[in-house]
């Protein structure tokens, strides 16, 4: 026990991390829109963004059921399509960071969210295209101990903040009219 006492201040560095958080909804922009609608979510070639897509839909509970596509005995009323995942840079390695025991700090730019569009089965055409991506800074080391202080900033990953899925609500509010249309 006292020689994992000795070793956990080394390992600590590695799981020190600020991620900027989504941006705060306004409250004008927090509406509860609920469409007796469901949803089925078409997978994407990389399953994690429809899995995130699927999920985040849930948790903003903007329609009546989400699910994943061909699960719904009588069908969705909507299929909902990745357009446009996040653009990222490549993963860069924190070796700096890793070497430095976290006294050098990795920092980078990435894309949070995802285009993406919902569309009657029956007219795939007739798509609403919805849009909710941001961007922010992401931080590994000590320094992110100091900017999590802040409130626009954690150590949690952005999709997992209920600012993500409140913004993604606020995004399909945004376009209620044009989803209502095709219903």
Known sequence: MARLLRILPLL???GCVSHTLPPEVEASDHHVAWFRATVEVEPYRYAYHSDLLLQTLRDAGVFQVVAPVGTLPDGPDFVARIEQPPENPAFVEPM?????LGIVPTTLNEEHGFAFSLAPPDRPDDRV???YRFGGESTMGWWALLLN??????FEHPHDHERFSQGLAAEVFAHREEIEAAL
Do not use: I, K, Q
């Not at 700096?96 to 430095?100: C, L, N, Q, R």
């Open 12 to 14: 600590l560095p590695a």
């Open 149 to 154: 202080l802040s409130p626009d900033r954690g």
């Open 129 to 131: 295209h919805l849009d």
């Open 96 to 100: 700096a960071t890793f070497v430095t």
